[in-house]
């Protein structure tokens, strides 16, 4: 069964279609990269999959079952299987940034001390282990993207969106991000990333085992963008 299936799918956005009869299917073990050019709608896709946007027309099913409108209380339910890394990710500026990525633990229950453990290493694997005690507020670009996967995949949800993940990082942190990625779908997660960086669809294509898309006029076909 696959994690997320999109057929003929249509999103409207500022008076423009952004997608247009776009279909998709990505299955538990997988990852997907999706390329497109600025402004092609590759944020609005994973925003689909997230359940932030309804669209227009066509059929968004997740998990087998036809997905519900962003503000039913079906959708709060299933988000908690999912984990968004959002293209400018928002934190709580009064918690550490520990206490940022640990945030989905919280809200799942699990105890104080397994959250912290489950984030340090984390952010030790991005390479943000001397931050853990910062304000979210003193963080660089690069280190907000990076603590926005942390958060994005610390509660193991099955599907996973990251936009834009290698944004402001250096080659050193591209290729760390996409390993983890990579090795949450060898785990069993479905993994969807979009990008622009000519860098990670490299790695992607020979370093890690993924399937690579384009976007280009509002339909995903198997490639890279130009
Ligand atoms: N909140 C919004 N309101 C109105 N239009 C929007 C909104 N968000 C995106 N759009 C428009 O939708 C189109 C697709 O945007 P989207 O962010 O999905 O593209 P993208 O491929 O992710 O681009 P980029 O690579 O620059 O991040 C663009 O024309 C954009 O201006």
Excluded: C, Y
């Excluded at 959002?86 to 640990?102: G, K, S, Y």
């Excluded at 005690?133 to 603590?147: H, I, K, N, Q, T």
């Amino acid at each position: 069964m696959a994690a997320l299936e999109i057929g003929g799918i249509r999103v409207a956005r500022g008076g423009r279609t952004v997608l247009d009869g776009a279909d998709w299917s990505l299955a538990p073990g997988e990852l997907h990269v999706i390329t497109g050019a600025t402004g092609a709608g590759k944020s609005t896709l994973l925003a689909l999959a997230a359940l932030s946007l309804a669209p227009q027309g066509g059929e968004l099913r997740l998990f087998g079952a036809p997905a519900p409108a962003p503000d039913a209380p079906a959708a709060d339910v299933l988000r908690r299987r999912i984990g968004a890394a959002e293209q400018r990710p928002a934190f709580l500026d009064h918690l550490t940034l520990e206490e940022n990525v640990a945030l989905p633990l919280r809200l799942a229950g699990r105890d104080p001390a397994d959250r912290a453990a489950q984030a340090r290493e984390l952010l030790d694997w991005l390479g943000l282990a001397d931050r853990a005690g910062d304000p979210p507020a003193a963080l660089s670009e690069g280190e907000r993207r990076r603590a926005a996967l942390a958060r994005a995949v610390i509660a193991g949800p099955e599907l996973i969106l990251a936009d834009e993940p290698s944004e402001a990082q250096d080659r050193a942190g591209v290729a760390r991000g996409l390993e983890m990625l990579a090795a949450l779908a060898e785990h069993g997660a479905a993994v969807a990333l979009a990008t622009r960086d000519a860098e990670l669809v490299r790695l992607a294509r020979h370093h890690v085992e993924a399937r690579l898309w384009r976007l280009e006029e509002g339909r995903l076909s198997p490639g890279v963008a130009a």
